[in-house]
Nanobody, 125 residues
């Protein structure tokens, strides 16, 4: 089992920044593909960003490209999401996810085995 705990969410004005962190415990973290997803009220969960085991490849949703950056520190068992130039449409609950099976980042939630509880991000206009 892998436990994922997100932190760093909050309320920010449009144009501001937030940094989300996800701390992993349990099984070794370094082999897992990690992803960030988000879910806004009344909408389906959607992919935001992902990173492979060694950080050598990342992938982003078109809506966040150039504004968000994902990174990981395998020594500390953490993955982070730096969010800049935030927009009201970025408002959602953000979830950290981990996959034992993926070799590349997948934008679909199904292949991710472990999920955190989520952290709320609210961007005011």
């Amino acid at each position: 089992q892998v436990q994922l705990i997100e932190s760093g969410g909050g309320l920010v004005q449009a144009g501001g920044s937030l940094r989300l962190s996800c701390a992993a415990s349990g099984r070794p973290f370094s082999n897992y593909v990690m992803g960030w997803f988000r879910q806004a009220p009344g909408k389906e969960r959607e992919f935001v960003a992902g990173i492979i085991w060694n950080g050598g490849s990342t992938r982003y949703a078109d809506s966040v490209k150039g504004r968000f950056a994902i990174s990981r520190d395998n020594a500390k068992n953490t993955v982070s999401l730096q969010m800049n130039s935030l927009k009201p449409e970025d408002t959602a609950v953000y979830y950290c996810a981990a996959s034992r099976w993926l070799a590349v980042v997948d934008v679909i939630a199904g292949p991710y085995d472990y999920w955190g509880q989520g952290t709320q991000v609210t961007v005011s206009s």
